[in-house]
Nanobody
Framework: QVHVVESGGGLVQPGGSLRLSCAAS????????MGWYRQAPGKARELVAD???????DYADSGKGRFTISRDGTENTVNLQMASLKPEDTAVYYC?????????????WGQGTQVTVSS
């Protein structure tokens, strides 16, 4: 079993910054990628950013130039630094971990953390 836990959400004014953190723990061979999705009310869940085991990063167009995903020293911890936040960034942000169990792969999700951008 693998557990994914997010932290760092909250209320921030437009133009402000916020840092989300995510850690995966449990029994696994290795993590092949971690990343963030978000889901706003009435909308589908969408990719925000992800980072592979080799360090390759990918961003949705909405976050390019404003969001930065990085590892926090280990393969099972990632951060999402968000700057110049806009009201349309308001959503529940979900962290995921793609886990290699050796004989199988599985994606694990966190419970989500609310980010609200409002004045």
């Amino acid at each position: 079993q693998v557990h994914v836990v997010e932290s760092g959400g909250g209320l921030v004014q437009p133009g402000g910054s916020l840092r989300l953190s995510c850690a995966a723990s449990g029994n696994f061979f290795r993590i092949t990628a971690m990343g963030w999705y978000r889901q706003a009310p009435g909308k589908a869940r969408e990719l925000v950013a992800d980072i592979t085991r080799s360090g390759r990063v990918d961003y949705a167009d909405s976050g390019k130039g404003r969001f930065t995903i990085s590892r926090d020293g280990t393969e099972n911890t990632v951060n999402l630094q968000m700057a110049s936040l806009k009201p349309e960034d308001t959503a529940v942000y979900y962290c995921y971990a793609d886990v290699d169990h050796g004989a199988s792969h599985k994606k694990y999700w966190g419970q989500g953390t609310q980010v609200t951008v409002s004045s």
